[in-house]
C-alpha cells in the first residue's frame, strides 16, 4: 500500500500561492494521486487528481514529477475561506476494493489576513 | 437532489447500548462507506460496499457491522456501543462511471458520543 506523508500544518496569507507536498515513495504503476479538502464540521470534498505531470481544474493545479515519488498541490491567491484540512490520497479502487485508500492526517492549512 | 445524507446528526449513546446510523445517498452510486474521524486521526475507514447486498471489512471494522440491502442505503451498527467508539462518522458514496478514481461525496456526518 503507498504510504503517504504530508506536513501537518502550514500558514500563508491572503492572495499568496500555497503549495503542499506529499511524498509518496512506493506508489504503484497504477496507483492515482488525489486530493480532498475538509471544512470544519464537514464532510471531505473532492479538489484534483492526476497520474502524472500536470493537472489543472478550476481550483487548483496539481504537479506531478516523472518519478511520481511526490506531488505537491498548488492553491492560487488563497482567501481566507481555504483554511482548511487538505489530504492526499494515493491508490485505485479496482473491483471495488478500497486497498491504499487511506486519508491520513492530512495538512492543516490556516490562512491569515 | 439531496446528495448523501446521514441519520441522525448527533446521538448520545450510553456504554452498552445499540444504534443504527443510516445513510441515504440519490445519486444511484454504486460504491458506499463508512468512516470515523477522530482528532488528530484523519479519517479512517470502517466498511464499505460495493453494490447492493455486498459488504467489506476496512480498515477498523471491530465493533461496528453494515448492511446493504437497497442500493441507495448504507446502515451502520453499534451493538454494544464503547465510549472508544466516541467519533465523528462520515458516510461516502461513489460511482463506477468515473475511474480510476471513484471520486467520493460525502456525507455531514453523525457526531456520536457514548459514555
Known amino acids: 500500500l503507498a504510504k503517504t506523508t504530508q506536513p501537518i500544518s502550514m500558514d500563508s496569507y491572503e492572495g499568496q500561492e500555497v503549495n503542499i507536498t506529499c511524498s509518496h515513495n512506493?506508489?504503484?504503476?497504477?496507483?492515482?494521486i488525489t486530493w480532498y479538502q475538509q471544512f470544519p464540521s464537514q464532510g471531505p470534498r473532492f479538489i484534483i487528481q492526476?497520474?502524472?505531470t500536470k493537472v489543472t481544474n478550476e481550483v487548483a493545479s496539481l504537479f506531478i514529477p516523472a518519478d511520481r515519488k511526490s506531488s505537491t498541490l498548488s492553491l492560487p491567491r488563497v482567501s481566507l475561506s481555504d483554511t482548511a484540512v487538505y489530504y492526499c490520497?494515493?491508490?485505485?479502487?479496482?473491483?471495488?476494493?478500497?486497498?491504499?485508500?487511506?486519508f491520513g492526517k492530512g495538512t492543516h492549512l490556516i490562512i491569515q489576513p | 437532489n439531496a446528495g448523501v445524507t446521514q441519520t441522525p446528526k448527533f446521538r448520545v449513546l450510553k456504554t452498552g447500548q445499540s444504534m443504527t446510523l443510516l445513510c441515504a445517498q440519490d445519486?444511484?452510486?454504486?460504491?458506499m462507506y463508512w468512516y470515523r474521524q477522530d482528532p488528530g486521526m484523519g479519517l479512517r475507514l470502517i466498511h464499505y460496499?460495493?453494490?447492493?447486498?455486498?459488504?467489506a471489512k476496512g480498515e477498523v471494522p471491530d465493533g461496528y457491522n453494515v448492511s446493504r440491502l437497497k442500493k441507495q442505503n448504507f446502515l451502520l451498527g453499534l451493538e454494544s456501543a464503547a465510549p472508544s467508539q466516541t467519533s465523528v462518522y462520515f458516510c461516502?458514496?461513489?460511482?463506477?462511471?468515473?475511474?480510476?478514481?471513484?471520486?467520493?461525496?460525502f456525507g455531514p456526518g453523525t457526531r456520536l458520543t457514548v459514555t
Open positions: 461516502a458514496s461513489s460511482s463506477t462511471r468515473d475511474p480510476p478514481h471513484y471520486e467520493q461525496y
Open positions: 512506493n506508489i504503484a504503476t497504477n496507483d492515482y
Open positions: 492526476g497520474y502524472k
Open positions: 490520497l494515493v491508490g485505485i479502487y479496482s473491483g471495488g476494493g478500497a486497498d491504499g485508500l487511506t
Open positions: 445519486m444511484n452510486h454504486e460504491y
Open positions: 460496499s460495493v453494490g447492493e447486498g455486498t459488504t
